[in-house]
C-alpha cells in the first residue's frame, strides 16, 4: 500500500467525522439560538399540554436547561396547578454526537500524525 494511498484514506475519515459533526451540531446550536428568549417560544413555540387551561394572570416561565438540553416551560393552570413541560432529549443527543465525533476527528488526525513513517 503506498504512503499517498493511506493519507487520502486517513483524510476522508477525518473529513468524513467533521461533516457529521456540522450536520448533528448546527442544528443544536440553530435551536439554542432561536430559543432567545426563552419565554416568548413557550408562548409560540411550545403551547401547554392538551387539556391544561392556563391562567393567563400568572406568568409563563421558560428556560434553557443543560440536562435535557433545551427549553423547559412552566404553565399555571386555572387550578391553580404548576404545569412543567420539559425539553426532550434530541438536542442532548445531537451535541453529544458533535461533541464524540469532533473528539474523535481530533485523536483519529493525531494518530496518524504520530505513526508517519521515519524518512531516510
Do not use: E, H, N
Not at 20 to 34: H, Q, T
Not at 89 to 117: E, I, Y
Amino acid at each position: 500500500m503506498c504512503f499517498s494511498c493511506s493519507m487520502s484514506v486517513r483524510g476522508g475519515t477525518i473529513g468524513a467525522l467533521c461533516v457529521f459533526s456540522l450536520l448533528v451540531g448546527v442544528p443544536v446550536l440553530a435551536g439554542l439560538y432561536s430559543v432567545r428568549d426563552p419565554t416568548y417560544s413557550c408562548l409560540v413555540d411550545s403551547p401547554p399540554p392538551y387539556g391544561v387551561r392556563v391562567d393567563v394572570s400568572q406568568p409563563v416561565v421558560g428556560s434553557i436547561t443543560a440536562l435535557p438540553l433545551g427549553l423547559q416551560c412552566t404553565f399555571t393552570s386555572t387550578d391553580g396547578d404548576v404545569v412543567v413541560q420539559k425539553a426532550d432529549w434530541m438536542s442532548s443527543v445531537l451535541a453529544v454526537a458533535a461533541v464524540t465525533s469532533l473528539a474523535g476527528a481530533g485523536l483519529v488526525a493525531l494518530g496518524f500524525r504520530q505513526r508517519r513513517p521515519a524518512s531516510g
